[in-house]
């Protein structure tokens, strides 16, 4: 197992995973594990080659799919962006124990037409055969197929299907809320039902501003997990919700202190 304390620097381990999933997926060319990695194929090129340094969210994918267990993710963490550790307390305040969905059930929730399946077997009761041929018809039926054939979801005692996963990276949460919104946001019932859609914007000096919303987002959080996990709250729809805030303009981490530890995973 790889252990991210063996190595000196961060360029090394990441080399020493990439061998890993070679050896893993010896028929996977680089710009196929690049590919399921969501990373470029010549950035990923130059990775494996020790040439660059890269992006936190690029070396924790490789490093979750090398290591294969969150706690030897989180410990590469505190060694190479000592800088997380505050902002991942944060984060997960109340969801700490909660493990990262696989690398590659990732690829089916940023996709258009199966993040609703995957989804469904994210949830506390998971998803029946019926139920996803109600929904989806043949179609997801095959792609619950799929899911089995690679593991990505299990049939439980119940006789549905789970994926026990729940926590991902910022690429995946970004393509995710974009499919929601566009796919499963539902803009004709807009007053009739308990949906909600809603942009504000304004010239601000963000390092006042900034800390302010992200506290915010933080706050609201931490109450919208509380009232999900609610034993009163159990049912059988699956409801989702969404936050963001950013700049318009790419400040950059270097040139913005209020959100100094950089990209996070929620």
């Known amino acids: ?27 996977l060319s680089n710009a196929a594990i690049a590919k399921r990695l969501d990373i470029s ?24 799919k090398a290591c294969g267990n ?17 902002t991942f307390d944060k984060v997960y305040a109340g969801n700490k124990d909660k493990s990262f969905v696989q690398v590659e059930a990732e690829s089916y929730l940023e996709d258009s037409t199966t993040h609703e399946i995957m989804m469904m077997a994210m949830t506390e009761t998971g998803v029946s055969e019926g139920q996803i041929l109600e929904d989806f018809g043949k ?34 949460v970004q393509k995710l809320i974009r499919n929601l ?31 302010k919303l992200i506290e915010i987002c933080r706050r609201a959080t931490q109450e919208i997990r509380t009232v999900l996990n609610d034993p009163k709250s159990k049912g059988n729809d699956v409801i ?6 950013d700049t318009l303009n790419k400040l950059g981490a270097n040139n913005s202190s ?8 929620q």
Not at 48 to 62: R, Y
Not at 240 to 245: P, Q, R, V
Not at 258 to 265: I, K, T
Request: proline share 3%; aromatic share 10%.
């Open 41 to 64: 194929s010549s950035t990923f090129g130059r990775i494996a080659n020790s040439e660059v340094d890269t992006s936190f969210n690029n070396a924790v994918s490789i490093a979750r």
């Open 1 to 27: 197992m790889l252990e991210a304390s063996q190595y000196d620097d961060l360029r090394s381990f990441l080399q020493a995973c990439i061998n890993t999933i070679k050896k893993t997926h010896p028929s």
């Open 240 to 245: 989702w919700t969404s936050m963001g805030m």
């Open 258 to 265: 209020w959100n100094s530890a950089g990209e996070v995973l």
């Open 70 to 86: 969150e706690e030897s993710v989180q410990s590469f963490i505190d060694k190479f962006f000592p800088q997380m550790k505050g």
């Open 139 to 172: 179609r997801g039926l095959n792609i619950l197929a799929e899911l089995k054939e690679i593991n990505l979801v299990q049939l439980t005692a119940t006789g549905n299907y789970k994926n026990p996963g729940s926590n991902f990276g910022q690429k995946t």
């Open 181 to 211: 919104v566009s796919s499963n946001y539902e803009l004709s019932a807009f007053g009739q039902k308990d949906n909600w859609l809603s942009l504000q914007w304004e010239s601000v000096n963000a390092e006042v501003v900034g800390p």
